[in-house]
């Protein structure tokens, strides 16, 4: 189970995601507390090596607490991170 997640298809048309604030959340026992990705494609029915064109941006995350770890996939710009509190932290780009 995932907790707070932005996910962009593989192959997307070009776009903005932006503006986005996620507050006073508490989640246990998930995989992912945070999770944006950029190649989301269910069922394994996209188009390989096509990545997403949609820009993610000004996102905030402020006092979501619980057990997991934060996941980002592909490179964010602006991301706001302030009063979370996690047991394992993993950042991988």
């Known amino acids: 189970m995932t907790g707070v997640r932005i996910k962009i298809w593989l192959a997307s048309l070009p776009g903005v995601a932006t503006d986005m604030h996620f507050e006073d959340i508490t989640m246990n ?3 992912d507390l945070v999770l944006i990705d950029q190649g989301y494609c269910p069922w394994n029915q996209c188009t390989a090596g096509v990545p997403s064109k949609v820009k993610i941006s000004k996102v905030s995350y402020k006092n979501i607490k619980g057990t997991s770890l934060l996941t980002l996939i592909s490179p964010t710009r ?6 979370l509190l996690f047991v394992k932290m993993l950042l991988r780009t």
């Open 78 to 83: 602006g991301l706001i991170v302030s009063q």
């Open 29 to 31: 026992n998930v995989s």
